[in-house]
């Protein structure tokens, strides 16, 4: 199995500064045609989780360029630029090179 | 508008079975797996397993393999997760999403009680 390690597991954040978030997988996660199964995601307090970024880097529709990921084969980084309030919840990064694997989650909070 | 809507709250007795369902529609079913992710109260998304709708082959995690059995019906546009007997430990929000590569698209969840 993939391991998906997020660190760090909480995070307090004054609006409009930065975050970012690591996650490291067990294994690579760059496929031979090139592509890399990294996903982000955010789950607010009481709501489904909501993609954020697709392969790396890649923002979903609807999501604003303050969140970008980046990294490569086994250690990646989300930041958060400009952080507001609406971007509290729990993020979690997401494997899928191999079945599926979640991270443990990073909770992010407005100080 | 691509949804996938989801069966609504069950609470259950230990030992007793489930089956809750998650019905999609707006794409073209046949294209895209169905997963199913747990999430227990206050703790992380847990994924369980994945189905193709074009022929039902189905993988699962190996924390899961044998406890539940996700099935789908295509006339109805419909996946399913079983268990044939439930346990306390069992208890959880349960979600249905859309993956093909990324998850894109989630159920609203089920909540799943389980308790004598």
């Known amino acids: 199995d993939i391991v998906m390690t997020q660190t760090p597991l909480s995070l307090s954040v004054t609006p409009g500064q930065s975050a970012s978030i690591s996650c490291k997988s067990s294994?690579?996660?760059?496929?031979?045609?090139?592509?890399?199964?990294l996903y982000w995601y955010l789950q607010k307090a009481g709501q489904s989780p909501q993609l954020l970024i697709s392969?790396?880097?890649n923002r979903f529709s609807g999501v604003p360029d303050r969140f970008s990921g980046s990294g490569s084969e086994t250690n990646f980084t989300l930041k958060i630029s400009r952080v507001e309030a609406g971007d509290v919840g729990v993020y979690y990064c997401?494997?899928?090179?191999?079945?599926?694997?979640f991270g443990g989650g990073t909770k992010v909070e407005i100080k | 508008e691509v949804q996938l809507v989801q069966s609504g709250a069950e609470v259950k007795k230990p030992g007793e079975s489930l089956r809750i369902s998650c019905e999609a529609s707006?794409?073209?079913?046949?294209?895209?797996?169905i997963t199913w992710v747990r999430q227990m109260p206050g703790k992380g998304l847990e994924w369980m397993a994945r189905?193709?709708?074009?022929?039902?082959?189905?993988d699962y995690s190996p924390s899961f393999q044998g406890h539940v059995t996700i099935s789908v019906d295509k006339s109805t546009r419909t996946a399913f997760l079983q268990w044939s007997s439930l346990k306390a430990s069992d208890t959880a929000i349960y979600y249905c999403?859309?993956?093909?590569?990324?998850?894109?698209?989630w159920g609203q969840g089920t909540l799943v009680t389980v308790s004598s």
């Open positions: 189905i193709d709708p074009t022929d039902s082959y189905a």
């Open positions: 294994q690579s996660l760059l496929h031979h045609d090139g592509k890399t199964f």
């Open positions: 997401m494997q899928s090179i191999h079945l599926l694997t």
């Open positions: 707006g794409y073209d079913f046949t294209r895209y797996w």
């Open positions: 392969e790396v880097s």
């Open positions: 999403a859309r993956v093909y590569g990324r998850i894109d698209y």
